[in-house]
């Protein structure tokens, strides 16, 4: 089993920064990926971006200019750093990770962009 804990959401302005964080139970090199959803409200989860063992990054195409994710391996977390918010990032932010070929959810992080 493997716990993924979100963290940094928040309300703020249009135009401002946010940098999440996905805290994982055990070592990230042990999973094979590990992945950024975005829910907005009344919407099913969409996928926002990836970063493999070997530290590949992938980006959905509508956000791949503001949204940037990295790892801290000593911390075993990974981050997305979203800058230039828009009203319509607003949503929660989950991660996802998989070990093997089983998936693991985070209980998510509240991001709410006023205009």
């Known amino acids: 089993q493997v716990q993924l804990v979100e963290s940094g959401g928040g309300l703020v302005q249009a135009g401002g920064s946010l940098r999440l964080s996905c805290v994982a139970s055990?070592?990230?090199?042990?999973?094979?990926?590990i992945e950024w959803y975005h829910q907005a409200p009344g919407k099913g989860r969409k996928w926002i971006s990836s970063i493999t063992r070997s530290g590949d990054t992938s980006y959905k195409d509508s956000v791949k200019d503001r949204f940037t994710m990295s790892r801290d391996n000593a911390k075993n977390t990974v981050y997305l750093q979203i800058d230039s918010l828009k009203p319509e990032d607003t949503g929660i932010y989950y991660c996802r990770a998989f070990l093997v070929n089983v998936v693991f959810w985070g209980q998510g992080t509240q991001v709410t962009v006023s205009s």
């Open positions: 055990t070592n990230i090199f042990d999973l094979n990926a």
